[in-house]
């Protein structure tokens, strides 16, 4: 009897050695492949945090997903290229690092950025645009360390690449994709090349100035002269206007993200690199600077329409509007990141939204725009934006609804002040724009204070978001209140 029981109480023993062996197992949470041929390696720019980085990602355990599955699928997922797992490099408790071996050629660009680095071709990897940015190969000893997320892991990226049976992976250089692109975008592709070449033989005072036009012209496109508009209209229109023109923004912003993601047609340099002359991320069509053109200008054309102006100065704000949304869709074609094809789509949207917004106008009036500068409205669009965002996972989508939230705090926290002088309308207008540019700056100074993860990127991005909207509406109803106070004192 002593026999039996001696061997269940090793055997009960064993399997508790077992378990706590187990448990000292260093479980990776995440697992990044390293693909290279012996000289170069692939890295991918990640969208949230601006940053290259090894293709990558975190391991499904609920699925019973192995590292080298994690792997493999993070890489297909980020660049669209199909990998094998093979050696194991290194292994802890934040990442498993594998070398990985592509089961075709490595297209590349044979065109080298600022940078140093040379595009790959990835429009068709399923998260293109929604959580990378863009795919690069780059010579192991030239990536630069400043854009690297984990600089501390160049040396063992420099270390791995010396092995002989890193040379697995082949790349292939090409000049450009053009034969791969729509037939319609084939054309356009054709047409913008020979114009530009054509542009390049006039003299250099010429072509610099032609640059430099276009991209003036681009600036109003971007994020901060919205935000000047939408300020304008506060302080000269009211709340309700500005408001108006806010939901103009997010409603452009959230109609051309879905047609983005839903049409999947990539941009001009993607087909050929040398045509890009300033920054884009993602699908191209259709085109949102174009759209939030109509809108904005639009819209604000119908505010000052509101005012009963004189019908020979609403057609000179007309003309200049209009030239503007034309100059923009011009510059966005010519700098390389939209197909004519992207623009005109982007013009028609915004030209729906305005026929109905002026329609809705003339019908309901005022009782528009206070339906829009609501608590209710803005409560209900905050959750419709979020569950947009939570069910596609973008993160434009997100920043979006964190202003939503801003506005909904500060239409809660705060009553709108009408401003009667002109002298303190100015006052307030130039302090409100030098508050919001500061706020602004501060967001993006704490961005480079802090360690470049997506979660930390995400979360000042979206917190930063919600202050400087929820900060600048009740701040635009106080200050005139300050201002007005210390003119009666005098």
Not at 476 to 488: Q, R, S
Request: glycine letters at 6%.
């Amino acid at each position: 009897m002593k026999m039996p029981l001696f061997n269940i109480f090793v055997f009960i023993l064993s399997l508790f050695s077992m378990h706590s062996a187990s448990a000292n197992i260093v479980q990776p949470k995440g697992a990044v492949c390293v693909i290279g041929d012996g000289s170069h390696v692939v890295l991918v720019e990640e969208l949230i945090t601006g940053k290259l980085s090894l293709p990558g990602g975190t391991i499904d355990k609920e699925r019973g997903e192995t590292p080298q599955e994690a792997a493999e699928r993070e890489v297909w997922e980020e660049t669209g290229l199909v990998v094998t797992a093979k050696e194991l490099l290194i292994e802890d408790e934040t990442a498993a690092i594998f070398r990985c071996v592509s089961e075709s050629d490595i297209v590349a660009f044979d065109l080298e950025t600022i940078n140093g680095l040379f595009r790959i071709p990835s429009w068709f990897a399923p998260h293109y645009g929604i959580e990378t940015e863009a795919v690069y190969l780059s010579e192991v000893y030239k990536i630069p360390e400043n854009k690297y997320r984990y600089p501390g892991q160049l040396p063992l990226l420099q270390q791995w690449s010396l092995d002989t049976t890193s040379a697995e992976n082949k790349i292939l250089w090409v000049t450009n994709l053009v034969d791969q692109a729509p037939k319609v975008h084939q054309f356009e592709l054709d047409l913008l090349s020979s114009l530009r070449a054509k542009i390049d033989q006039l003299p250099q005072v010429v072509t610099l100035s032609v640059k430099t036009i276009f991209t003036l012209i681009n600036e109003t496109g971007k994020e901060g002269f919205f935000y000047f508009f939408v300020i304008i209209a506060l302080v000269y229109f009211g709340r309700n206007s500005a408001l108006t023109l806010l939901f103009g923004i997010i409603l452009s912003i959230v109609l051309t993200g879905l047609a983005k993601q839903g049409l999947g047609l990539p941009r001009p340099f993607v087909y050929i690199p040398q045509l890009q002359l300033t920054e884009a991320v993602g699908f191209g069509m259709p085109s949102m600077h174009s759209m939030l053109s109509v809108v904005i200008y639009g819209t604000f054309y119908l505010i000052l329409k509101r005012l009963s102006l004189p019908e020979k100065i609403l057609k000179r704000y007309a003309c200049i509007f209009i030239i503007l949304i034309i100059g923009q869709s011009i510059a966005r074609v010519w700098l390389g990141v939209h197909f004519v094809s992207d623009a005109i789509v982007g013009v028609c949207l915004g030209g729906m939204v305005f026929y109905h917004f002026s329609n809705m106008q003339k019908k309901h009036g005022d009782l528009l725009y206070q339906v829009i500068g609501s608590l209710h409205f803005w409560l209900l669009l905050s959750v419709v934006i979020s569950g947009i965002a939570f069910i596609m996972a973008y993160v434009y989508y997100l920043y979006a609804a964190a202003i939503c939230w801003g506005v909904v705090a500060a239409i809660a926290c705060s009553k709108p002040k009408v401003i009667n002088d002109e002298k303190v309308k100015l006052i307030a207008l130039i302090t409100i724009v030098l508050s919001v540019m500061l706020a602004r700056y501060g967001v993006n100074y704490l961005l480079t204070q802090v360690e470049a993860s997506s979660l930390n990127v995400l979360v000042i991005r979206t917190i930063g978001n919600f202050t400087v909207i929820f900060g600048l509406f009740v701040y635009a109803a106080w200050l005139p209140k300050v201002i007005e106070n210390k003119f009666a004192k005098r």
